[in-house]
């Protein structure tokens, strides 16, 4: 039997990559590996103002001494390409038309600081707070994207499922673990919750290897899929990795980055030991 595997990495160059990532990414390039799959690299560099441009070449220059290796990306080309998020605006326009001519997503008005966070993956308390539902029977009239932010009608009470590949069934309920989330910012930046549903759709990825910490987030794209009428991939959600106080590693943990610990003599293969527990 020929099995067709199609996995990715999907960083965001907002700073530089840590074990954690280390982990995910691992995972992801082993899994691929052995289903004789392909892996896609794509920089999700979705937020103008968090991503910059000196720590794209760093994510390439770190995973490749990891030891991982991409058959398609922003720096080895492939058929579905562009490879970068910042590229790939008209696929996200295309995607925002047929969710308002579906009537899945309504203009927002309301103005709220967390909705900053929108264009990034949500990692535990960055997670978007519950949306109180203000705009949702309002009849604005929006024809651009732009000015308001969207928001993602979700049913409430509906009991999401789906299989894990590694902590299987998983269970949400919308309107009560997620509210009604942003697809579109108001300035003009899409979401994350919707650049990545429509990205793994047009990239035909088969399995989403990410952090557990995405898991309420892949309830989300479940839905956004959904209405966008795409293929729902495989998942699989990854241990994290944790420091003394057990927190989540976050970028901010410079001293646990990949950079840091090569530039101290560690080499990649402790590195992926550490990170995988092998
Ligand atoms: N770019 C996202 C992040 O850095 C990827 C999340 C995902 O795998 O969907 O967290």
Redesign the pocket.
Known sequence: MTTFYRGRL???PTGLLHMGHARTFWTAFERARERGGTLVFRN?DLDPYRSKAEFVGAMFEDLRWLGIEWQEGPDVGGDFGPYAQSERREYYLRAWRKLVDGGFIYPCTCSRKDLAMAAQ?P?DADDEPIYPGTCRGKKLEAREPAGVNWRFRVPDGEVIEFADGRMGRQRYVAGKDFGDFVVWRRDDVPA?QLA?VVDDAAMKITE?V?GED?LRSTARQILVARALGVTIPGYYHCLLVTDEAGMRLAKRHDALSLRALRSVGRNPREVRGVTTGL
């Open positions: 999907a960083p965001s999700e993956a990692h994350y990545v989403v990410r995405l």
